[in-house]
């Protein structure tokens, strides 16, 4: 049971580029999501999903954009990279609701734009 | 909106010595509150919760009590070690299923 895998664990990316975040979970569970963590500021939800085909904004969606074609997977797709972007990415799943469920979190992905 | 203020860091600490982590949430509704850690080079994990007015969770000798009328649910130990040196995020639920973090804490105990 490997949980959450992410990949790539790093990436530099120029200005313009664009790249796709892989995100992946065996737990079967529902709900996954994507959030960023910038230095002293927390985690914020990018977009998250609550099943196969159902995706939505969260608080930080603009310059992103997601897919949720099979309940294992959530790639996090950036088009036109800038600078604003660098950050470490943090996917996570949960098997039903926050209240009582657990979410789970992979490992990361810091990305670089310059 | 929905919110959390935890106490800035860093903060470094001796084994064996108390630690204690504040963490103030807006009281919309009553939200689900959560501890998670981050150890070095990893991804946040659940270390406990409280889901209603005065719950205690409890987890690894961690604890936090859920206080309603203070809008609080601060993270104590009463004896670190070395290995409990990570980030902690206190967090609640807000609407559906998203949870809103504080801006971590980075506890940094030294032998």
């Known amino acids: 049971n490997a949980g959450v895998t992410q990949t790539p664990k790093f990436r530099i990316l120029k200005i313009g580029q664009s790249m796709t975040l892989q995100c992946a979970q065996d737990?079967?569970?529902?709900?996954m999501y994507w959030y960023r963590q910038d230095p002293g500021m927390g985690l914020k939800l990018i977009y998250y999903?609550?099943?196969?085909?159902?995706?939505d904004k969260g608080e930080v969606p603009n310059g992103y954009n997601v897919s949720r074609s099979t309940t294992e997977d959530f790639p996090l797709r950036l088009e036109l990279a800038a600078p604003s972007q660098t950050s470490v990415y943090f996917c996570?799943?949960?098997?039903?609701?926050?209240?009582?469920?657990?979410?789970?979190f992979g490992p990361g992905t810091r990305l670089t734009v310059t | 909106g929905d919110s959390v203020t935890q106490m800035e860091g860093p903060v470094t600490l001796s084994e064996e010595a108390f630690l204690t982590i504040n963490c103030t949430y807006t009281?919309?509704?009553?939200?689900?509150l959560f501890w998670y850690v981050q150890y070095p080079g990893e991804g946040l994990q659940l270390l406990l919760k409280a889901t209603k007015a005065d719950d205690k969770g409890s987890n690894k000798g961690f604890e936090a009590t859920y206080r309603k009328e203070t809008t609080s649910f601060h993270l104590e130990k009463g004896s670190v070690q070395v290995s409990d040196s990570a980030v902690y995020f206190c967090a609640r639920r807000g609407g559906d299923y998203k949870l809103s973090f504080g801006a971590g804490t980075t506890v940094t105990v030294r032998a």
């Open positions: 009281a919309t509704g009553y939200p689900s």
């Open positions: 999903s609550v099943g196969a085909g159902i995706t």
């Open positions: 996570a799943s949960s098997y039903g609701d926050t209240y009582s469920y657990e979410q789970y």
């Open positions: 737990m079967n569970h529902n709900y």
